[in-house]
């Protein structure tokens, strides 16, 4: 029977089953988790104390901030704003009585430009959703053939996958495991690999008046698969 925490998996491993241009299922989920962490961090959640806490002291990255501004929900981002240049005031203002002044300032400034909250979040969540897929491979026959009519996983997530599931999984299911995702990466290159040099080859005049088959979008594909180029859209 499926449980909540299974649906968002189940949905996006059959979303890249149905049409494989969804691409890697943990791709759509990053994406899916994005959504939903903007959209609460710019809601009601925003003035909640604990949130705030946090949000305050870790701030947002380049990207996250350029998404919620692209929300145009400006009055809940100065409110965000307004508390967060509060902290970063006082880690500047701090100062080292001994030695080099700069020593209470700089290490949490330099901690402050290597956070996230929202990153932070979408990586807790989404390593507990490779947990559930892993979880759904040993547990569910109907899941094994979902996985392995899956398209492609992008490198980072197929690492994080492999790297998970060796850890946690018996030696005998882990090595069916992993010999359905190694199958489904190497059918996945070799077709990308070609589609890549067909694409090379058409700027060769010798080539010009061949068609273009699969190979017209190999390069961002290819992108995309090496490296989940999660930054395309929320």
């Not at 330099?110 to 979880?135: F, G, H, P, Q």
Request: glycine share 4%; net charge neutral; proline share 4%.
């Amino acid at each position: 029977m499926e449980q909540i925490f299974t649906i968002p998996v189940n949905e996006e491993f059959d979303a890249s089953r149905e049409k494989p241009e969804c691409g890697c299922p943990f791709c759509r989920l990053y994406r899916r988790l994005q959504r939903d962490e903007l959209d609460i961090i710019l809601g009601a959640s925003m003035m909640e104390p604990d949130i705030r806490i946090k949000t305050n002291e870790m701030g947002f990255c380049n990207k996250h901030f350029a998404m919620m501004l692209g929300r145009r929900r400006m009055l809940g981002i100065g409110l965000i704003l307004e508390s967060h240049l509060a902290e970063v005031e006082k880690k500047i203002s701090a100062r080292s009585i001994f030695g080099d002044p700069s020593a209470a300032s700089l290490k949490p400034l330099e901690k402050l430009d290597s956070e996230c909250y929202v990153c932070s979040r979408i990586k807790r969540n989404l390593d507990a959703m490779i947990s559930t897929a892993v979880y759904l491979y040993e547990t569910e026959d109907e899941f094994k053939k979902k996985f392995a009519e899956q398209p492609y996983f992008c490198i980072p997530h197929y690492n994080a996958m492999i790297s998970y599931a060796s850890k946690k999984m018996n030696k005998k299911l882990y090595r069916d495991f992993f010999d359905s995702a190694q199958d489904i990466q190497k059918k996945y290159v070799n077709a990308l690999k070609g589609d890549v040099s067909w694409f090379c080859k058409k700027f060769d005049y010798n080539y010009e008046n061949e068609p273009w088959y699969n190979s017209k979008d190999s390069v961002p594909r290819a992108v995309k698969f090496l490296t989940g180029a999660l930054e395309d859209g929320e």
